[in-house]
């Protein structure tokens, strides 16, 4: 009981360091190369940016208030759970913005170069979305809306979820910027939904694994007691030998794959291993089952 509690309050913390993580990553992409050239890649942040150009409004405080009022339909809609993680999430991201923006004022492009803050203002908040996915969360604003979309529509991923809910900001960028602009902003957008799809897709990644081998035992003991997973075995007949062996499959990720593989070659087990990557995994043990 003591284990499993300690177990649960570790995996807690981590959630949350993950997440505090990922805001900052998220608040130090969109700031410091976003909000000055003005790309709209949807989102909050590319309304806020919109705002800030209409209004006097400054585009932190437009994004606190929008992530507030898409935090209680998100609520609604998707869980208290979600709404307790990305609640925590969207305050950490608006502290953060209203930090740098009275720390760092920003009267331009950081580096002068648009291209080179595109890619910035695309892969840093990519990289921190597909983070927060990953651990149920987000960085609230649209991407509750797009999360909605996912979870009561047949659209089954996120990128294109996400692609849909924010096109609408990029539409409206070419009539409050320039055609220029609103260029850029359509190619972050396109180039911002691969990239979260393709890191989730990394960090989704496990190992389905069939293994013949003479002896099953240690295998199946190492699978799991030292990896706590399942493995199934069966009897069979090499077609070359006409000898017996066991077949054992198993599911595992990437790190646990690793440990595997070194353990039978660590124990000098005859044993032959097939790996094949796969993010389709529903089940006990996996996170996104």
């Known amino acids: 009981m003591e284990h499993n509690k300690r177990e649960k309050i570790m995996a807690y913390v981590s959630q949350y360091a993950i997440i505090t993580l990922s805001i900052t990553i998220m608040s130090v992409g969109v700031y410091f190369f976003k909000f000055p050239n003005n790309f709209v890649f949807g989102g909050v942040t590319g309304a806020a940016a919109l705002v800030a150009k209409l209004t006097p409004l400054s585009a932190s405080a437009f994004s606190s208030w929008a992530n507030m009022i898409l935090l209680v339909v998100g609520l609604i809609f998707l869980g208290k759970k979600f709404a307790m993680t990305t609640g925590y999430a969207s305050v950490v991201m608006s502290a953060e913005l209203m930090f740098l923006e009275k720390f760092f004022p920003m009267h331009g492009s950081l580096s002068n170069q648009p291209m080179l803050d595109l890619l910035f203002a695309i892969a840093l908040p990519a990289i921190a979305s597909a983070l927060l996915f990953n651990v149920g969360a987000s960085s609230g604003g649209t991407d509750v809306i797009a999360l909605i979309v996912e979870k009561y529509t047949h659209i089954h991923s996120i990128a294109v979820a996400l692609f849909l809910t924010d096109l609408f900001m990029v539409v409206a960028a070419c009539f409050v910027f320039n055609l ?40 199946c003991n190492f699978v799991m007691r030292k990896l706590v997973r399942g493995a199934t075995y069966t009897p069979c007949f090499g077609a070359y030998t006409d000898k017996p062996h066991y077949m054992i499959y198993t599911t595992l990720t990437n790190r646990e794959a690793g440990q595997l593989q070194e353990f039978i070659h660590k124990e000098n087990l005859n044993a032959f291993i097939s790996m094949l990557s796969t993010t389709e995994v529903f089940g006990k043990g996996f996170n996104h089952a």
């Open 180 to 219: 220029y602009t609103a260029l850029y902003s359509f190619v972050g957008l396109t180039v911002k939904s691969l990239v979260i799809d393709a890191v989730l897709e990394r960090i989704k990644m496990c190992k389905a694994i069939l293994i013949i081998c003479d002896d099953k035992d240690p295998i």
